[in-house]
C-alpha cells in the first residue's frame, strides 16, 4: 500500500491569509485527489489533481480560491487562499496507485485547518 | 448529479448487538467503497465492492452490494467498542476512482 505524508497535520492561520499542504507519496500514483471535511460532516471532493496539467475542480470549488499543483506523480499541493473561518475544515489528499481506475484508495492523514 | 444517501446517521449500539447501515445512489454505480474513521482520524479504506450482487465478509462486517448496483449495507455483528467511529460508503460511476461520499453512520458503542 501507499504510504502518504501530509503536511501540515494541523495549523491555525489569520483570515485573510493562504496556507498550502503537501501530499507526498512513496511512489507513483495514477490519481491524486483533495477532499474537504467540514466539522461533524462527510468528505467532499474539491479536485482531482492532474500531473503536469490544470486540476480539474468540482462544482462549487475555483482556482482561485484553491490553487493546486501536481509537477509529478508522487507530489501535490493545495492552497487555501484568502481564508475565512468558513474555511476552517479537514483537507485530506486521497491517491490511486499505478493501477488506476477501481483499485484501493488511500488518504493521508489529513490537514485540520482552523481560521481564527 | 450522482448523489449518495446514507442512513442512519447514528447508531447508538449495546455492545454485542448487531446493527446495519444502507447507503443509497441515485445513479447506478461503478463501485462502492467504504470507509472506517475513527473519532480524529482519516478515512481508512474497508473494501470495495464492484459486482451486482456482490457479498464480501470481513471477520464481523457483511458488505453487500445490491443488484441494480445502486445500493449497499454494511453489517456489523456482535458489535465491539472497537467498533465505535464514523463509516462512510463512497460510490463511483466512473472508473477513474472520483468517488461521492455519504453522509456517514456515527456509530457509539455502549458497555
Given at each position: 500500500?501507499?504510504?502518504?505524508?501530509?503536511?501540515?497535520?494541523?495549523?491555525?492561520?489569520?483570515?485573510?491569509?493562504?496556507?498550502?499542504?503537501?501530499?507526498?507519496?512513496?511512489?507513483?500514483?495514477?490519481?491524486?485527489?483533495?477532499?474537504r471535511?467540514?466539522?461533524?460532516?462527510s468528505?467532499?471532493?474539491?479536485?482531482?489533481?492532474?500531473?503536469?496539467?490544470?486540476?480539474?475542480y468540482?462544482?462549487?470549488?475555483v482556482?482561485?480560491?484553491?490553487?493546486?499543483?501536481?509537477?509529478?506523480?508522487?507530489?501535490s499541493?493545495?492552497?487555501?487562499?484568502?481564508?475565512s473561518?468558513?474555511?476552517?475544515?479537514?483537507?485530506l489528499?486521497?491517491v490511486?496507485?499505478?493501477?488506476?481506475?477501481?483499485?484501493?484508495?488511500f488518504?493521508?492523514?489529513?490537514t485540520?485547518?482552523?481560521?481564527? | 448529479g450522482q448523489?449518495?444517501?446514507q442512513i442512519?446517521?447514528?447508531?447508538?449500539?449495546?455492545e454485542?448487538?448487531?446493527?446495519?447501515?444502507?447507503?443509497?445512489?441515485?445513479?447506478?454505480?461503478?463501485?462502492?467503497?467504504w470507509?472506517?474513521?475513527?473519532?480524529?482520524?482519516?478515512?481508512?479504506?474497508?473494501?470495495?465492492?464492484v459486482?451486482s450482487?456482490?457479498v464480501?465478509?470481513?471477520?464481523?462486517?457483511?458488505?453487500?452490494?445490491?443488484?441494480?448496483?445502486?445500493n449497499?449495507?454494511?453489517?456489523?455483528?456482535?458489535?465491539?467498542?472497537?467498533?465505535?467511529g464514523?463509516?462512510?460508503?463512497?460510490?463511483?460511476?466512473?472508473s477513474w476512482g472520483?468517488?461521492?461520499?455519504g453522509?456517514?453512520?456515527?456509530?457509539?458503542?455502549?458497555?
Amino acid at each position: 500500500s501507499a504510504v502518504i505524508s501530509q503536511k501540515p497535520s494541523r495549523d491555525i492561520c489569520q483570515r485573510g491569509t493562504s496556507l498550502t499542504i503537501q501530499c507526498q507519496v512513496d511512489s507513483q500514483v495514477t490519481m491524486m485527489f483533495w477532499y474537504r471535511q467540514q466539522p461533524g460532516q462527510s468528505l467532499t471532493l474539491i479536485a482531482t489533481a492532474n500531473q503536469g496539467s490544470e486540476a480539474t475542480y468540482e462544482s462549487g470549488f475555483v482556482i482561485d480560491k484553491f490553487p493546486i499543483s501536481r509537477p509529478n506523480l508522487t507530489f501535490s499541493t493545495l492552497t487555501v487562499s484568502n481564508m475565512s473561518p468558513e474555511d476552517s475544515s479537514i483537507y485530506l489528499c486521497r491517491v490511486l496507485g499505478p493501477g488506476g481506475g477501481n483499485t484501493e484508495a488511500f488518504f493521508g492523514q489529513g490537514t485540520r485547518l482552523t481560521v481564527v | 448529479g450522482q448523489q449518495v444517501m446514507q442512513i442512519p446517521q447514528y447508531q447508538h449500539v449495546q455492545e454485542g448487538e448487531d446493527f446495519t447501515t444502507y447507503c443509497n445512489s441515485s445513479t447506478t454505480l461503478s463501485n462502492i467503497q467504504w470507509y472506517k474513521q475513527r473519532p480524529g482520524g482519516h478515512p481508512v479504506f474497508l473494501i470495495q465492492l464492484v459486482k451486482s450482487g456482490e457479498v464480501k465478509k470481513q471477520k464481523r462486517l457483511t458488505f453487500q452490494f445490491g443488484e441494480a448496483k445502486k445500493n449497499s449495507s454494511l453489517h456489523i455483528t456482535a458489535t465491539q467498542t472497537t467498533d465505535v467511529g464514523t463509516y462512510f460508503c463512497a460510490g463511483s460511476s466512473d472508473s477513474w476512482g472520483k468517488l461521492q461520499f455519504g453522509a456517514g453512520t456515527q456509530v457509539v458503542v455502549t458497555p
